[in-house]
């Protein structure tokens, strides 16, 4: 077997383990303080009450999954530490090269998205939680922080005929597209219109979970392939806790990621598609998760220039599907099926 399969194997294990155990107890944790879903009327721009009917049963259903997966990658990563010399040469999960930016998105996305939960729940602030505004202004410091230390500290460089490093984007066919700095701008970009995208998808019972597990088992191949072990390893027990989350997700649903979780796993697989240099990868695998962010786009847009007329009957898109009587289930099977076929078109690309 290979040497870098035996960590990888068992951190999967004991992150198996760890779940097992651990996730009735904090599911009677969340009941015990109320720590559930409210479906309320308000929306950002008129009423929602189309999606408050159709989802009032699921009020007080636990949420905040987000919590314990910090809690146990940040136990991965000690427990790393402490066995290091046993499981890998000279590195543990905290490293410089593959993971400290995933594990310092993954902490500080979650920070954010835990406050914004908690004050939602307890109808705390103006807005119920925090602002647009203010999420959107942390997410920009972290991720010009996170783009900075890319930028200057890690890869994706080549080198021109006067001996210059020139950041570059890798596409299909060998292509390599130049952005020097603009890479700055670009990087900061993207994880602002990807950190929510999975927010806005996770309403349906097994749907987000579900897309999230694909897409970190299609990165797990994907840093495997490219030799970035730890990253795997970190893939790997994330993949196990979304394992754990779809078993108690199935309708009706014990618990629900939200904010603390979503945008936290979201932001952090953009991450990993910049380690990579796989961003065209990603935007294939992703490609429902923009969906759904640029149906909510659109109908804003139209709400606020139509004077209150909709696109959708509600937004995201899978909400306007189950407003036309799609059931639940039929949705997220077919978003599976959907998925399935961007990833025949991901798979057929990347072994170009």
């Known amino acids: 077997m290979n040497s870098h399969l035996i960590p990888i194997f068992s951190f999967s294990i004991v992150t198996f383990i760890f779940w097992i155990l651990i996730i009735p107890y904090y599911i009677e944790l969340l009941k015990k303080y109320k720590l559930g879903k409210q479906i309320r009327e308000e929306a950002t721009i008129w009423k929602a009450t189309e999606f408050a009917k159709l989802h009032q049963y699921k009020t007080w259903t636990p949420t905040m999954w987000g919590w314990i997966i910090i809690l146990v990658v940040f136990f991965m990563v000690i427990l790393s530490i402490v066995l290091h010399k046993a499981w890998y040469t000279n590195n543990s999960l905290l490293n410089q090269r593959e993971t400290y930016l995933t594990l310092f998105t993954l902490f500080t996305v979650w920070a954010l998205g835990a406050i914004d939960d908690f004050m939602n729940i307890r109808w705390i602030g103006r807005t119920k939680g925090l602002s647009a505004k203010f999420k959107m202004f942390w997410l920009t410091i972290f991720a010009l922080i996170w783009a900075s230390w890319f930028y200057y500290k890690l890869g994706w460089n080549i080198v021109d005929t006067a001996g210059n490093f020139i950041k570059t ?32 998808t996770d309403w349906l019972d097994w749907l987000a979970g579900w897309l999230l597990l694909m897409s970190y088992s299609v990165y797990a191949y994907i840093t495997y392939d490219q030799g970035l072990y730890l990253l795997t390893t970190l893939c790997v027990t994330i993949i196990w806790a979304l394992t754990a989350f779809l078993w108690y997700n199935v309708k009706p649903a014990k618990f629900y990621m939200w904010d603390v979780g979503s945008l936290a796993l979201g932001a952090n697989l953009w991450i990993m598609a910049m380690l990579t240099n796989t961003i065209f990868v990603l935007v294939i695998v992703w490609a429902i998760f923009i969906f759904e962010t640029l149906s909510v ?27 036309i009587w799609w059931a639940e289930e039929t949705v997220v099977f077919r978003m599976w099926l959907v998925w399935l076929i961007l990833a025949i078109v991901w798979i057929i690309l990347y072994i170009v």
């Open 297 to 323: 786009i659109i109908q804003l847009t139209s709400k606020k220039l139509r004077k209150g007329k909709k696109i959708f009957r509600i937004a995201p898109f899978h909400h306007h599907l189950e407003a």
């Open 169 to 200: 984007i890798k596409i299909p066919f060998e292509w390599n597209i130049q952005i020097w700095w603009w890479f700055i701008p670009l990087f900061v970009f993207i994880i602002l219109a990807a950190s929510n995208s999975v927010n806005l």
